[in-house]
């Protein structure tokens, strides 16, 4: 967890940092307090929401935990948690955070947009001014666009590149695209990797009975009741 830590907090402090100037420059008080809202909030409540959402995937289709569990022992071994430099020698991991970004988007219609100019879209006039939502959550289980979307499938994002969720790809879009994609893109990934593959690692997951996983739509789509489960070690009690 250290060498987690010193590598987020400098970015954190260079934002912080450059916002003080900003606000110094406008002399107001209210836009610092306004942007470490943001930066808390946005990032805190949705990597945790699609940490939650990983595991309730992985414990509803366990082939997919053994999986990523015999990959986590493959290259961390059993005698050591997980690092950051682990996390590029972990692609099935990073799939299985594809599929449930694809599956379950915490941000369902993404950031409101706003048209600069008028354009005209499959025939339909779109004013200037008119705000835009992008349904993700849509695109993600529409048949035409993803072989079989209601399965939870993994290794569909085995062409990385091609489902890169960086590149211009507009059937994956779960930080969005272009000039105005999430600027927390790189932390959140790291966030969401790092979390997931130390519970994982960590811990054997077993469900308690049988729980459906249904979605409560917001500004945030999250689990409709909290998870449930029952963990037990799975490395050594002292390196834990």
């Known amino acids: 967890m250290c060498h987690y830590l010193c590598i987020q907090y400098p970015i954190l402090k260079m934002c912080i940092k450059f916002h003080v100037y900003l606000c110094l420059f406008r002399k107001s008080a209210n836009s610092f307090s306004s942007f470490k809202q ?5 990032g805190t409540d949705t990597s945790a929401i699609t940490v939650e959402w ?3 995937m992985l414990l509803t289709n366990t082939d997919k935990m053994e999986l990523v569990q015999n990959e986590l022992t493959k290259v ?39 048209l600069r100019q008028s354009c ?12 835009v ?13 993803w072989d079989n979307p209601l399965k939870f499938w993994p290794k569909r994002f085995l062409d990385s590149d091609k489902m890169s969720v960086i590149k211009k790809n507009f059937s994956f879009l779960p930080f969005g695209s272009g000039k105005r994609i999430c600027p927390g ?3 959140a990934v790291l966030n969401v990797e790092f979390v997931l593959a130390n519970l994982l690692h960590s811990f054997k997951w077993k469900a308690c009975g049988e729980q459906k996983f249904n979605e409560l739509f917001g500004t945030v ?20």
Request: with cysteine.
């Open 38 to 42: 943001d930066l808390f909030a946005a």
């Open 54 to 56: 990983a595991l309730a």
């Open 76 to 114: 961390i071994g059993n005698q050591e948690c997980v690092d950051i430099s682990n996390l590029p020698n972990l692609p099935y991991l990073s799939d299985v955070i594809k599929e449930t970004m694809r599956m379950h988007p915490v941000s369902p219609l993404l950031v409101p947009h706003r």
């Open 120 to 131: 005209k879209l499959l025939g339909y006039d779109i004013l200037a001014d008119t705000q």
């Open 133 to 145: 939502f992008v349904n993700v959550w849509a695109i993600g289980h529409d048949p035409n666009v």
């Open 185 to 187: 893109l790189p932390l």
């Open 221 to 240: 789509t999250k689990p409709e009741k909290p998870l449930v489960a029952k963990v037990y070690p799975r490395l050594p009690l002292q390196i834990q």
